[in-house]
């Protein structure tokens, strides 16, 4: 069986071509000059010939050398290849983030955040859920989510969780374009409407349902559902009437399928917060896309 060098021969042999010099080679491998040479001579014994000619004009190599030195060469960077891409498929399966969002971030400023976070990980792993934050509280409990993004509440339990203020977004009544009640100016005006609204158990729509709904402001018990989309599709093929963020008129994608109804009454404004669980710390990628999230929500013109 023939005897086959070790990696580290061919990594003195390729050094010393490197800096033509046994002592600058040996300095830079961190190895006495004896440790290295003896490498040399224990290489060129396996080989049979002799790889370097050492002269007043430095270390040449021979005719082998010239032929072994580039095919070790060729072995060492495909090994570092190897090694690297092995490196790098690890960390690519160990970084992982999962977050929730409502629907107002995913329409405006996600994906945003995802560009500028990528530039800089690009081998972290992203899972988003997308829901009201009232559905997302139970992920963060059961550790499928690290944080999440949502109108906050009052009944978030702050012995459990923490929470960030992040930014204010005003809401609007909104109907198909040329909604028959597109010019009425009060909320009382539109009792008799028919109203589809997002599903939720906290948060916003719940402040909204007791304003408005309890009180009898409006007579018609709404329609709800948990699907942004759904409603959307809804409206615009017919007379509902919705109550969603201002900033989700502003895409183009919704900005000739919908009236705004001008209403003399103020909507409340929605708060929205980051939430996590006080007992499970972020992880360092956690916080990397996190404070993406700060910048961008503080940027945007809600």
Known sequence: ?????????????????????????????????????????TLEQILGVPLLIRSNDGIQLTKEGKIFSKKANIILEELENAVTEILESTISNNLKI??????????????????SYKKTNPLVKINIKEAQLSSLLPRLRDHTLDFAI??????????????????SAPFIIIGRKNHPLAKYNSIT?????????????????????????????????????????????????????????????T????????????????????????????????SIESKKIIEHIKYFSKKYKW
């Open 150 to 167: 949502g109108s906050l509440d009052e009944d978030i339990p702050s012995c459990e969780f923490i929470i960030e203020p992040l930014f």
């Open 1 to 41: 069986m023939v005897t086959l060098p070790k990696i580290q021969q061919l990594k003195v042999i390729s050094e010393v071509i490197k800096y033509g010099s046994i002592n600058t080679a040996a300095k830079k491998m961190h190895l006495s000059q004896p440790s290295l040479t003896y490498s040399l001579k």
């Open 98 to 115: 999962s977050f929730g969002l409502s629907p107002i971030i995913v329409i405006t400023i996600l994906d945003s955040i995802l560009k």
């Open 251 to 282: 895409t183009d994608e919704h900005k000739d399928k919908y009236c705004i109804i001008n209403i003399e009454e103020d909507l409340p404004i929605s708060n929205y917060g980051l939430v996590r669980l006080k007992k499970r710390p972020l």
């Open 189 to 249: 005006s539109l009792k008799n409407a028919e109203w589809l609204l997002p599903e939720t158990e906290m948060g916003y729509y719940h402040t909204l349902k007791e304003i408005f709904f309890e009180k009898k402001i409006i007579k018609k018990t709404p329609i709800y559902s948990d699907s942004i989309n759904c409603i959307m599709n809804i409206i615009s093929n017919s007379d509902y009437l919705s109550v969603l963020s201002r900033a989700r008129l």
